[in-house]
């Protein structure tokens, strides 16, 4: 069983589209994230949802929208596809969100859903 | 946040043991010191993480000196498949809110 696992793996797509990826964990954790990794493979961190609560939206254009159905998933909508979109998306999730126990505030990541826009 | 600074690439050869240091010299009294690695075409995955002196896992070991200024992931008679980035990574506890800043990394290649 994939722990954090995120589909679509590839997704190419025309500037303008919208699409979604979808994320999903299975280890209980309450909170959640999505990272961006570009070309140049820097990792950055986009959002963080706590119990289906935004916590950390990290100057993200507002074509990008997240959305937490329950504390397992945590799904990434993105409107008007440009081509800096272009990049591998990593869903990732931690059992808390910060504090405390340091084990807990481990993040476990999906494989990546890399987006080309073309 | 404590700006990290690692070397960006490291070769070795396999059974031999590596050693990653990575500087942080701002780093504040509450941060922690956590160390990802990355293959290619999957996410980050979670090695080590320490606040001082030793901490030793199955996989790696991690010191750091006294004044916490640095760090050095140790990794005990690589093989081909240790081949990957190593992110450095120092963190508060509560106020970064469990953002993770990746820094560049260094690119570990283990030749045969």
């Known amino acids: 069983d994939t722990a954090v696992s995120q589909t679509p793996k590839y997704l190419v797509t025309q500037m303008g589209n919208d699409k979604s990826i979808k994320c999903e964990q299975n280890l209980g954790h309450d909170t959640m994230y999505w990272y961006k990794q570009d070309s140049k493979k820097f990792l950055k961190i986009m959002f963080s949802?706590?119990?289906?609560?935004?916590?950390i939206n990290e100057t993200v254009p507002n074509r990008f929208s997240p959305k937490s159905p329950d504390k397992a998933h945590l799904n990434l909508h993105i409107n008007s596809l440009e081509l800096g979109d272009s990049a591998v998306y990593f869903c990732?999730?931690?059992?808390?969100?910060?504090?405390?126990?340091?084990?807990?505030?481990?993040?476990?990541f999906g494989a990546g859903t890399r987006l080309s826009v073309l | 946040l404590a700006k990290t600074t690692q070397p960006i690439s490291m070769d070795s050869y396999e059974g031999q043991e590596v050693n990653i240091t990575c500087s942080h010299n701002?780093?504040?009294?509450?941060?922690?010191i956590t160390w990802y690695q990355q293959f290619p075409s999957q996410g980050p995955r979670f090695i080590i993480q320490g606040y001082k002196t030793k901490v030793t896992n199955e996989v790696a070991s991690l010191f750091i000196p006294a004044d916490r200024k640095s760090s050095t992931l140790s990794l005990p008679r690589v093989s081909l498949s240790d081949t990957a980035v190593y992110y450095c990574?120092?963190?508060?506890?509560?106020?970064?809110?469990?953002?993770?800043?990746f820094g560049r990394g260094t690119q570990l290649t283990v030749w045969p």
């Open positions: 990732a999730s931690s059992q808390r969100l910060a504090g405390g126990d340091l084990a807990k505030n481990i993040q476990y």
């Open positions: 949802y706590n119990n289906k609560e935004l916590i």
């Open positions: 701002n780093i504040a009294t509450n941060d922690y």
């Open positions: 990574l120092v963190g508060d506890r509560g106020s970064t809110l469990g953002r993770l800043y």
